[in-house]
T-cell receptor, first 114, second 115 residues
Framework: AQSVTQPDIHITVSEGASLELRCNYSYGATPYLFWYVQSPGQGLQLLLKYFSGDTLVQGIKGFEAEFKRSQSSFNLRKPSVHWSDAAEYFCAVGASGGSYIPTFGRGTSLIVHP | DAGVIQSPRHEVTEMGQEVTLRCKPISGHDYLFWYRQTMMRGLELLIYFNNNVPIDDSGMPEDRFSAKMPNASFSTLKIQPSEPRDSAVYFC?????????????FGQGTRLTVV
């Protein structure tokens, strides 16, 4: 069965600083990988996704993520964080063949200091 | 498209009452998911449908929970009787597995409080 680990429950950064949120997955084959963002009181919005090909994926709002098969990781990065980036971030993994059911990590809460 | 639409946004009910949550998926999507989000357990998949047919309900916590999808544009999640431990945010999501367009689109959720 597939699973996702987000080791950091909370991350605090200063506005303008760089950001990296960690995500490790467990899946027997090449996975589909996703990052979602959830603002307070809102649903989840897709930031970016990886299916195949280039391991560095660009997303919305200036985010990017890199798929590293050797490390079973899909870390999310942003070079300069804005106060509006404060939210909950979820990594998800889906099977690459057959039916696709997204399995989510526990999430990382991003706090941005001015 | 207006996206996935859930109603109500907030629901407060007394223990023992029946609660029905509603979801309208994105038109053309053939997969529908119900998730529950709590602080303790995060996002849990409760059940999912493919072409209106329930495929996997192993995440439904107990027999008090039931879900239906009578047609491609409507689904319900019912809790009867409700208990305080059912308090959570319930999300509906839909998807269409077409090539690279396989991400799930989420509604804004229903915040359920059982008192």
């Amino acid at each position: 069965a597939q699973s996702v680990t987000q080791p950091d429950i909370h991350i605090t950064v200063s506005e303008g600083a760089s950001l990296e949120l960690r995500c490790n997955y467990s899946y027997g084959a090449t996975p589909y990988l996703f990052w979602y963002v959830q603002s307070p009181g809102q649903g989840l919005q897709l930031l970016l996704k990886y299916f195949s090909g280039d391991t560095l994926v660009q997303g919305i709002k200036g985010f990017e993520a890199e798929f590293k098969r050797s490390q079973s990781s899909f870390n999310l990065r942003k070079p300069s964080v804005h106060w509006s980036d404060a939210a909950e971030y979820f990594c998800a993994v889906g099977a690459s063949g057959g039916s696709y059911i997204p399995t989510f990590g526990r999430g990382t809460s991003l706090i941005v200091h001015p | 498209d207006a996206g996935v639409i859930q109603s109500p946004r907030h629901e407060v009910t007394e223990m023992g009452q029946e609660v029905t949550l509603r979801c309208k998926p994105i038109s053309g999507h053939d997969y529908l998911f119900w998730y529950r989000q709590t602080m303790m357990r995060g996002l849990e998949l409760l059940i999912y449908f493919n072409n209106n047919v329930p495929i996997d309900d192993s995440g439904m916590p107990e027999d008090r929970f039931s879900a239906k999808m009578p047609n491609a544009s409507f689904s319900t999640l019912k809790i009867q009787p409700s208990e305080p431990r059912d308090s959570a945010v319930y999300f509906c999501a839909s998807s269409s597995f077409e090539g690279r367009n396989t991400e799930a689109f989420f509604g804004q959720g229903t915040r359920l409080t059982v008192v």
